[in-house]
């Protein structure tokens, strides 16, 4: 019983190893099928010592094949460290602390996490992530399995002292650190880029709004480090107000989900105090749509909002100012005018824009020695002052102070100038009036032009212009960001506080005030001053117009000191003048008896009226709203006005009103005081139609001068063509006695040579043989071509005579220059001479072709006419077609004449045609007329002489038959030549002459003359 139990037992312990070993290779295909899909490999190493100072060997009992791929080495090579061991392919700047890591990891008994890099097989670097744990225990190994079957392998707990192995993972993260290296130089570019921004930049979460970005611009704008702002939001930085704003605008930026711009905004820094920023925010938000982050940009715009404010404030100026401003470009071409300049000049900005005011205002009257002095200013391009003389659109001129400088750009390159210009018409009248009553009327203050002082909120100088600084006694450089106080005396201080108090609460007002100049004397003005406030309704500073009323506060002393004289003076007044007072409405209070006297008015008509009741009609209404405008100011007005009396009768008064001013500095009553200049105005029209009479006469005197002078020129121009002619006269006789004698005699010699030829040819026909001594005389002459040759000989010798014969009756028929009587004569002898005589220039030459001649005569008669001064004529208009011709000669350019009837020709052509003209004939004509010849009673003749050079332009046409006027160079030409011609064509013969030019289409000048009694 005991051994079958014991074998029963046996067998059993048999079946279970079995079962075990049935479910070991289980499990092992179920390892491998594992082992093969795990991302990385999976390793088991003993915790094993290979020397005395501890160095870890970690020999490896596993490596699944997985570690070949991150590596490049196959799993077999790290088993038992067969060829080598993993620890070898660590990076050798890693291993130290790879292994530390996993010693402390073993000493406390925790799994350890390790990154770090190795160098795989083909020497590439690649970074790997490994987890692990110590384990300890049995272990049991099945021989050729690659499961090592742990029959008792746990972690190792506190209690247990030691590892017995160590298992874990390896996985490739070579491209995850890749990205992340990746990833943190792209954040650190755009973190630099932000950091370096000029504009302030921060993050906040949409949790609470903290911040959690914060760059240098942000900590330089907002006066807040990075420490201080980072992980705080904005109730923690700023007061309540300021935060609960901010918190509300990031709230908009939730809600609407869209950038939220704020053009404006004002902040309250600890470092820098108020400040306008313009700002940008705008939501990012994660994969589900809900709020991440807010990104916001920020601004300071502080400065251009004050830069534009202090622009708009001079443009304000600009605008109201009485003067007119002009500003040009570098080349003087107007770029803008204000108002007041449109209304002196007359021009609106479109019509003067882009043009130089020299150009469109200066005239005939103004001064060429104040253009000459302007130019020079100019051309240096300092500042200067300049007083001239302009005309308005309409032609009328006016008096102007102009003041005139450069603009520079900031590198120092001229932008352009600016003029500021005064319409001074009205003082140059009267300035001379002015100084003799300046002593009289001394107590009276002149007005000045107004100084403009602004200033910023601290009342510290922002603009002055340069009368203020004038009347201050400094530069406008000087006063600029200097204090008001800095121009105050201590007395006047406290009141000064009240007034700067007074501004900031938006009340406007105007005082007297004291100011004291560079040299410590007092500035006694008049102050209006103008709060002025941003866009947010913060006071940005004042505008104060200055108006100096020092000479009248002296007089107000000197008045209030005199006060008794002034009554005794008012006695005196009263009897030499013509003096009204009215109230502050014009309303007449006082009239003296030379007013009753001068305008035929009771005192009772007067008193309670105005001084409409006297009016003229003669005066505008602007030129009494003018002299209200003036004395309602505190300004004494002077001008002339025209009065009517009761009865009609019409009176000149110089006039000048004086304002009484009030404590306020307000006028309270005006005193007018009128002298009669009736007389003067009279005496002055009667200068005036003086003038123009005397004007009249210059100029009808300068006419005779210049008649004269022509009378001269054409009788020393005539005198010149007798003697010509009388020269040509003398030469034609002389020539004329041998050369008819030439001519008398070449026919008998050809006779002679004739009958001489007859008898030798008797005499060969007789003789065939003639003897040794003949025949050798023939041979040496040549006898047979001088039988050829003679004849020709004598023929050319008769030509020449002939052709000399025709020159010698061309000169004595050119030559009737000083013929005083008119005769009938040949117009075409006249012509042909003139041609003859002019023939040398029409021939080739070097310089110049051939000109083509082209004459195309009518049928005339004998026209009765002044023969030698018709020849000067022709002389005169043939010349200058040959000159025309020659000048068109150097370029080659031919004219395709279309006023005269020449054929096109690509050479210079002359042509010449006469016809007549009968009693239906129209006018001449720039075309070819076709004639009507019905009509039996011819009228008159008309020569045309044309050629195909290069034309007249129309400005030369209008002065063409001018005395003197040429357009030749000097030496060649007088000037005389056609106006000679058309006084002997019109004046002389009762004819007409024309020239029909244009420039490219030639000329052609037509004569006509009446026939008379012709033959």
């Not at 160590?166 to 990746?182: E, W």
């Not at 300035?431 to 009553?437: I, Q, V």
């Not at 008794?564 to 502050?584: G, M, R, Y």
Request: glycine content about 6%.
């Amino acid at each position: 019983m005991q051994i079958s139990s014991q074998s029963a037992q046996l067998k059993n312990n048999d079946t279970d190893r079995e079962d075990g070993s049935s479910f070991l290779l289980s499990s092992e295909k179920l390892y491998q099928t594992l082992v093969a899909n795990i991302p990385g490999a999976v390793y088991r190493c003993s915790c094993d010592f290979d020397d005395p100072q501890g160095f870890v060997k970690w020999t490896i009992g596993f490596m699944s094949e997985a570690i070949q791929e991150i590596s490049g080495y196959p799993s077999s090579d790290f088993i038992n460290d067969r060829v080598r061991s993993f620890a070898s392919i660590i990076h050798p700047e890693d291993r130290s602390r790879v292994e530390d890591t996993v010693r402390k990891s073993i000493a406390a008994k925790l799994p350890y996490i390790l990154e770090y890099r190795i160098v795989r097989a083909d020497g590439r670097i690649c970074w790997v992530y490994e987890k692990g744990q110590a384990v300890g225990g049995q272990v049991e190994e099945r021989q050729g399995g690659l499961l090592s079957a742990v029959a008792s392998v746990s972690p190792i707990s506190s209690s247990q002292s030691e590892a017995i192995y160590l298992h874990g993972v390896i996985l490739d993260i070579t491209d995850r650190k890749q990205a992340q290296s990746d990833l943190r130089n792209t954040q650190e570019f755009l973190n630099a880029v932000l950091q370096n921004l000029p504009i302030s930049v921060f993050i906040k979460d949409a949790v609470d709004q903290r911040f959690i970005y914060w760059n240098h611009a942000s900590e330089e704008l907002l006066g807040y480090s990075s420490d201080q702002v980072i992980g705080n939001n904005a109730a923690d930085l700023f007061d309540p107000k300021q935060a609960n704003y901010l918190q509300a605008q990031d709230l908009e930026v939730f809600a609407t989900r869209k950038c939220v711009d704020t053009p404006e905004e004002t902040i309250q820094l600890p470092h820098r105090g108020k400040r306008i920023l313009h700002t940008k925010k705008v939501p990012l938000f994660d994969e589900s749509g809900a709020p991440k982050y807010i990104v916001g940009i920020a601004q300071d715009i502080t400065e251009r909002q004050r830069l534009e404010t202090e622009l708009s404030r001079l443009a304000l100026v600009v605008k109201k100012t009485q003067n007119g401003v002009v500003i040009t470009d570098a080349e003087g071409c107007i770029e803008w005018v204000n108002e007041a300049f449109t209304q002196i000049s007359g021009y609106s900005i479109a019509e003067i824009q882009g043009q130089k005011p020299g150009d469109v205002l200066q005239g005939v009257q103004t001064d060429p020695l104040t253009i000459a002095q302007m130019r020079s200013a100019l051309a240096t391009r300092q500042p200067f002052d300049q007083e001239i003389y302009n005309y308005t659109k309409d032609g009328k001129g006016y008096w102007v102070a102009l003041s005139i400088a450069p603009i520079y750009q900031k590198n120092g390159e001229l932008e352009g100038f600016i003029a500021v210009q005064t319409d001074i018409t009205d003082r140059k009248q009267t300035e001379a009036e002015l100084r003799e009553r300046e002593s009289y009327y001394r107590c009276i203050v002149e007005t000045a032009s107004e100084g403009v002082w602004m200033f910023d909120s601290g009342s510290k100088t922002t603009f002055a212009n340069s009368r203020m600084a004038e009347m201050l006694g400094y530069t406008v450089d000087e006063i600029l960001g200097r204090s008001l106080f800095e121009f105050i005396d201590g007395d006047s201080r406290e009141i000064a506080e009240s007034y700067v108090e007074r501004r900031k609460q938006g009340i406007r007002e105007r005082h007297d005030f004291k100011f004291i100049r560079s040299d410590g004397s007092h500035l006694w003005a008049i102050v209006s001053a103008t709060p002025m406030f941003d866009s947010e309704g913060e006071f940005s500073g004042v505008l104060r117009m200055i108006t100096d009323i020092s000479d009248r506060k002296q007089a107000e002393a000197e008045l209030r000191q005199t006060l008794q004289e002034l009554e005794f003076e008012k006695f005196a007044l009263d009897q030499s003048a013509i003096v009204s007072t009215t109230n502050q409405f014009g309303i007449i209070s006082y009239v003296n008896d030379q007013f009753c006297e001068i305008l035929k008015y009771d005192r009772a008509e007067l008193i309670g009226k105005t001084h409409k009741i006297v009016n003229s009609g003669y005066h505008s209404p602007e030129f009494f709203q003018q002299l209200w405008s003036t004395i309602t100011q505190g300004n004494v007005w002077r001008g002339e006005i025209k009065n009517q009396a009761k009865d009609g009768t019409f009176f000149w008064l110089d006039t000048t009103i004086v304002p009484f001013l009030n404590s306020r500095g307000e006028p309270h009553q005006y005193v007018a005081i009128r002298k009669d200049i009736t007389d003067r105005k009279q005496a002055e029209e009667t200068v005036r139609l003086s003038e123009s009479q005397l004007r009249t006469k210059n100029q009808e005197l300068a006419k005779a001068l210049r008649d004269v002078q022509q009378t001269q020129s054409m009788m020393v121009q005539n005198e010149k063509m007798v003697s010509l002619g009388q020269l040509v006269a003398g030469v034609a006789h002389e020539i004329n006695n041998p050369v008819s004698f030439i001519y008398g005699n070449v026919q008998h010699a050809d006779d002679y040579f004739q009958d001489l030829l007859k008898t030798l040819q008797i005499y060969q026909q007789e003789y065939p043989k003639p003897n040794p001594r003949i025949q050798q005389e023939i041979d040496d002459i040549d006898l047979q071509f001088l039988l050829k040759d003679l004849p020709k000989l004598l023929g050319s010798m008769k030509m020449g005579a002939e052709r000399i014969r025709q020159i010698v009756l061309s000169l004595k028929n050119f030559s009737r220059l000083d013929e005083a009587e008119q005769k009938h004569v040949d117009i075409h002898e006249g012509i042909d001479s003139t041609l003859l005589i002019l023939q040398h220039r029409l021939k080739e030459t070097a310089g110049h072709p051939k000109i083509v001649l082209l004459k195309e005569f009518g049928n005339l008669p004998r026209v009765q006419c002044y023969a030698g001064q018709l020849n000067q004529v022709f002389m005169n208009i043939i010349g200058n077609a040959i000159d025309a011709l020659e000048e068109a000669m150097e370029t080659g350019n031919w004219a395709n004449n279309k006023l005269s009837p020449i054929p096109y020709c690509p050479s210079p052509t002359l042509r010449i045609c006469t016809e007549v003209k009968y009693e239906e004939d129209a006018s001449i004509q720039t075309e070819n007329i076709v004639y009507n010849k019905s009509s039996e009673n011819p009228t008159h003749i008309v020569i045309r002489i044309a050629d195909n050079g290069p034309g007249i332009p129309a400005e030369v046409h209008q002065r063409l038959f001018d005395p003197f006027f040429t357009t030749k160079e000097p030496g060649k030409g007088t000037g005389l030549g056609l106006s000679i011609s058309y006084q002997i064509v019109v004046d002389k013969h009762g004819g007409q002459l024309h020239c029909n030019s244009a420039p490219g289409q030639g000329t052609e000048f037509a004569i006509e003359i009446p026939i008379g009694n012709s033959q």
